[in-house]
């Protein structure tokens, strides 16, 4: 999965890099049937304290989202979610890239953010 994960995310970044903006974030969503998406935004502001920093958008993937099925809880699909950023920025083709920013992030679009990466 992660391969599909990091084809879907090259070619986005291969379009769009650099993005604009100060930090990352993949918002997750659970979809219907034990579907789940992702979608990639930069913000024009970053605040760990704050918790809707991630709702200044200056960019975003729209409706071109990573999709995927699995028969798993939403807490299964966060860390799976995780993991696949996480290994992204230690090999993806735009890693480097992507830590020039103040922080990567990924969460829910109605919970909590996990900052995977801190500049």
Request: one cysteine or more; proline letters at 2%.
């Amino acid at each position: 999965m992660y391969d599909e994960f990091a084809k879907w995310l090259d070619r986005i970044l291969d379009e769009n890099m650099p993005l604009p903006g100060v930090a990352i974030n993949f918002n997750i969503y659970e979809e219907v049937d034990l579907h789940w998406s992702i979608q990639l935004i930069s913000s024009t502001y970053f605040d760990e304290e704050d918790e809707d920093w991630n709702c200044y958008e200056e960019f975003t993937t729209g409706e071109d989202l990573y999709e995927w099925q699995q028969g798993v809880g939403w807490e299964k699909i966060l860390d799976i979610s995780c993991e696949m950023i996480r290994k992204y920025l230690t090999e993806g083709k735009y890693a480097e890239k992507l830590k020039k920013y103040e922080a990567v992030a990924a969460g829910f679009v109605d919970g909590d953010v996990e900052i995977l990466y801190r500049r």
